[in-house]
């Protein structure tokens, strides 16, 4: 018999996870909790429990000889799940509760870099509306401000005045828009430069870089317009070198794995560096306990070894085999419901892509209504296509998308131009 494993998550992460899962032929069968009504066409077994649900998601687990469960977002790790899922007697891929606050809260990673000597913009916390705003007074704009805590990708804003920044500021300490997540702040210096990720699987204190990608972030073209949880990604980055991905394991991720472990917080799981090359070197933006969203969608295509039994091995205590390929580019481009990342419309007819026979859908903010799907959320799919340049995979990526009627929705026509040099 395969392996049974379970993923928790319902976006187009979870999608790509469960698909890459699906093609070992040591895996028997995948369920996702709670999953989406387009994970079905790849064979996936959508399980109707939230994330949040862990007691349910045990039983579930047990009930139907699960081998292992894969975590896929951050909420459920930052409450525990693998920690529950441990003390059930099962084995969960991902951070315990300890490990994941690197990414629950800004000030806690700040503080690690800090005292492990890991390059990063300066700051200051805040949790006084008005000593708030005597700091911003006194530095330049561009400034970032953070919750501390997570706010689903609504947490970070980039300040171009100072009246913007004290507005900013006055609704997360004052007004309490984001509530508890916002209750904190951090304020840091704006870093300039080119940004780029480099996710790694982590156990203990063993690191094993991915590919690096890059994101797309804001919501129209030339990075105009605000942020959103990404609105497509390409991997591998041609304007990052194999040194600097050496660096950043070296300054960054390593450093932060073993001063995790120094702390009593050893990290298992994926470990994701979102980083920017500035004049001074290689920065840390932000840390995150798990793959990111809409990169995995990419860095999962580049990976030329069995995906489960890396996992399994990992989990297991074994060396895993882990193999890239080496030729090739991967890119995505996100589809967006109309009027996203502010209110958008629901219920948008999407395209057959059943005849596409050059690329991936991954679904995310759908649902089935009348047999056929439907739009349900804010970023609705991604399509994913590869190619021997990087060109050439934004060239099927889009005439995939140009081919099929997108109307209802929105997406961004220039996905992968920073790497693509005329």
Known sequence: MGLNILVIGSGGREHAIAQKFLQSSKVEKVFCAKGNAG?????????????????????????????WTFVGPEVPLINGIVDEFTNAGLLAFGPKKAAALIEGSKEFAKELMNTYNIPTASYQT?????QAKAYVLTQPTPIVIKADGLAAGKGVVVAETVEEAIDTLKDMLEECVLGQSGAKVV?????????FSLLAFVRGQ?????????????????????NTGGMGAYAPVPQVSDEMIEEVLKTILKPAVQGLAAQGRAFSGVLYAGVILTDT???????????????????????????????????????????????????????AANGYPGKYTKEVSLPDFSEINKGHVYYAGVKEKSGKLVSDGGRVYLVEASGKTLKEAQKSVYSILENCDTSGTFYRKDIGFKGIKE
């Open 126 to 130: 805040f949790t006084d509306f008005e």
């Open 187 to 195: 304020i840091e210096e704006f870093l300039c430069g080119e940004e």
């Open 39 to 67: 994970m079905k066409k790849d064979g996936i077994v959508s399980v109707d429990i939230a994330e949040d649900d862990h007691q349910a998601l045990i039983r579930f687990a047990k009930e139907n000889n699960v081998d």
């Open 281 to 335: 070197g290689i920065k840390v933006i932000e840390f995150n306990a798990r793959f990111g969203d809409p990169e995995t969608q990419v860095v999962l295509q580049r990976l030329e070894s069995d995906f489960a039994q890396i996992i399994d091995d990992l989990l297991k205590d074994k060396q895993p085999d882990i193999r890239w390929k080496q030729d090739g580019f991967s890119l995505g481009v996100v589809v």
């Open 206 to 226: 063993e690191v094993y870089p991915m590919v690096p990608s890059q994101d797309h972030k804001r919501v129209f073209e030339q990075e105009l317009g605000p």
